[in-house]
């Protein structure tokens, strides 16, 4: 029976058992095409990464005797659109059986099962073998339960598939050492450079230009560093275990203007499309561990939770709340995002250093993410349909199924409180503590008012007496505002007025 399995451009796994079999009857097909280029404006180097990791995959594959179809962005016979390709290519096949890996989008799974509908040949869904989870595991896991902690799902992770565990125990007597982590970085500490796989992509920069794609962000076509094939991938796993594992617990939330990345893996992007999976990741930092016991175990732990805990988590929030989730909007927030988050013109060190490095390097970590950008747009008020837009186009490991949940989830607290108890909001105090922002600003993050007074001061409690209906009910709320009431009504409007000026001015700031 001829067979024509689809690969989409982040189902790049090297180990599915697809690949076990060979058959000159089996035809794998991978596309370039607007329609993956459209629906949201990405960051060129993200492009860039998917086309190189694309197109080296299926090297990959036919090195090892399978049959491929790679459509490239430029190829004549391509229709741009992932259907109308199939469709054509079922019929100039003779294809009997058409055969695909569930998405990990929606509006992909969407689209392939109503393509299944219209044809006539016998059709097929396969996992991708990815994940330690399936799209139900966290739904069931919390089904009739209230609160969808992640602490607690991370556990039964951790017991489930042995990791960091001792005789049913977790290693070192505890199952969380975050309060170990999150140090300020003295201004001396050694940052490494990002490990680069330099490579010359003038020739997709130029067919993007050819093609008129609109993109964000910038480029050196000469010197693409990006990992983008499975070995590039092991090797930045070998570099950050070796050079920045022992840190990354320490300065998980450090942010500074000395380097873009600090002791971060940068794997996102490998471990998105798949090249590298969730499991060998953690099952590798443990083994570096277990031979280097002088590397602190908040950091493996810290390391280990965000891809064994927290990356499973919300893939699982996302298939549970989805299509739902992308409309929800707790605040009713409904202003635009100030237009230099496209340029990083702003007065405000935090948000100018991490919009410039994100449009760089299409690149922020975690804490920039959150605690910067994420930050100010929810103080802001911003509609969370821009907020996601931006954060789905500009950085590289962008997907919708991890992006929105913690863009809409985590930093906007859009759905009301599913992914996170409180919104993370901070004021100037948290960025003074956390970074070598303030003391580089023109802003000053002791004033609330007045000259210079740094806006995330008087956003931050507009934004929770704006919120008051809607917070004042959840109890890690409640310390805030009283801290809040005790302020005169005078000062109080002094600080709501101080909000409004700058919130009218938004995009000079
Ligand atoms: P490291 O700090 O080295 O962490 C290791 C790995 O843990 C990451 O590669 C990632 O796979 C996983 N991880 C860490 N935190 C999370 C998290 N909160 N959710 C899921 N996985 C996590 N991550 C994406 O992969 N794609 C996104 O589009 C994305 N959008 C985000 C938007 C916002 C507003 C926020 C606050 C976070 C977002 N994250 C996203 C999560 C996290 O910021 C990135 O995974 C991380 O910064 C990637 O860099 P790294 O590989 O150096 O991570």
């Known amino acids: 029976m001829k067979k024509m399995r689809l690969i989409l451009g982040d189902q790049l796994n090297h180990q599915h058992s697809w690949f076990n079999e060979k058959s000159d009857n089996t035809l794998y097909v991978l596309m370039e095409m607007r329609q993956e280029l459209e629906y949201v404006t990405h960051h060129i180097q993200k492009v860039v990464a998917f086309f190189l ?9 036919k090195r090892n005797g399978h049959q491929i179809i790679y459509l490239q962005l430029d190829a004549e016979e391509n229709n741009q659109s992932l259907t109308e390709n199939l469709q054509w290519l079922i019929q100039r096949h003779g294809i009997e059986k ?5 998405p990990d989008e929606y509006r992909l799974d969407e689209q392939l099962k109503e393509f299944c509908e219209t044809l006539d040949i016998s059709t097929e869904a396969f996992d991708t073998e990815h994940f330690l989870t399936d799209r139900s595991t966290l739904a069931d896991f919390f089904k009739g339960k209230k609160q969808l902690l992640m602490e607690s799902f991370y556990r039964m992770m ?4 042995e990791v960091l565990m001792d005789n049913g125990e977790p290693v070192g007597g505890k199952w969380n050492y975050d309060h170990e982590n999150r140090k300020k970085m003295p201004e001396d500490t050694y940052v490494p450079q990002p490990k680069a796989y330099e490579r010359d992509v003038q020739e997709i920069v130029d067919l993007l230009h050819a093609f008129e ?23 930045l796993l070998n570099f950050f275990l070796e050079d920045c594992l022992p840190y990354f617990g ?42 280097n016991k002088d590397i602190p175990l908040s950091a493996v732990e810290g390391f280990i939770r965000q891809i064994l805990g927290w990356r499973e988590y919300m893939r699982g929030i996302y298939w549970k709340y989805m299509p739902d989730y992308r409309e929800e909007n707790f605040f009713n927030n409904n202003r635009n995002l100030p237009s230099w988050y496209w340029t990083g013109e702003t007065k405000m060190k935090c948000l100018s250093h ?9 690149y922020a970590h975690h804490i920039q993410r959150l605690m910067v950008t994420g930050n100010f747009a929810l103080l802001a008020g911003v509609h969370p349909d821009e907020v996601d837009a931006w954060y789905l186009g500009i950085y590289i490991d962008a997907l919708e199924w991890v992006e929105i949940t913690n863009t809409r989830g985590m930093s906007q607290f859009a759905d009301g409180g599913i992914v996170a108890t ?81 919130l009218d001015k938004i995009n000079e700031l």
């Open 158 to 161: 951790r017991k489930q598939h």
């Open 354 to 362: 991490a919009v410039r490095q994100s449009l760089d390097h299409a």
């Open 422 to 502: 409180k919104p993370y909001v901070s004021s100037a105090n948290y960025m003074h503590k956390m970074s070598h922002y303030c003391s580089q600003c023109h802003y000053d993050y002791k004033k609330k008012t007045g000259d210079k007074a740094c806006p995330f001061n008087s956003l931050y409690w507009d934004f929770l007496e704006r919120n008051r209906k809607e917070l004042d009910g959840n109890p890690r709320m409640g310390m805030i505002y009283r801290v809040w009431d005790k302020n005169s009504t005078e000062k109080k409007n002094q600080i709501i007025e101080q909000a409004a000026k700058y």
């Open 213 to 235: 794609v609109a993109t964000i962000g910038n480029i050196d076509a000469q010197s693409f560093i990006w990992p983008v094939t499975r070995e590039e991938g092991l090797d």
């Open 98 to 102: 058409f055969e695909y890996q569930l």
């Open 53 to 61: 990791a694309m197109r080296s995959f299926a090297d990959h594959l």
């Open 250 to 291: 320490a300065y998980q939330d450090a942010m500074t203007t000395k380097g873009w990345s600090l002791f971060h893996s940068r794997l996102s992007f490998v471990m998105n499309v798949k090249l590298l999976s969730p499991e060998e990741v953690i099952r590798k930092t443990e083994a570096h561990w277990q031979k």
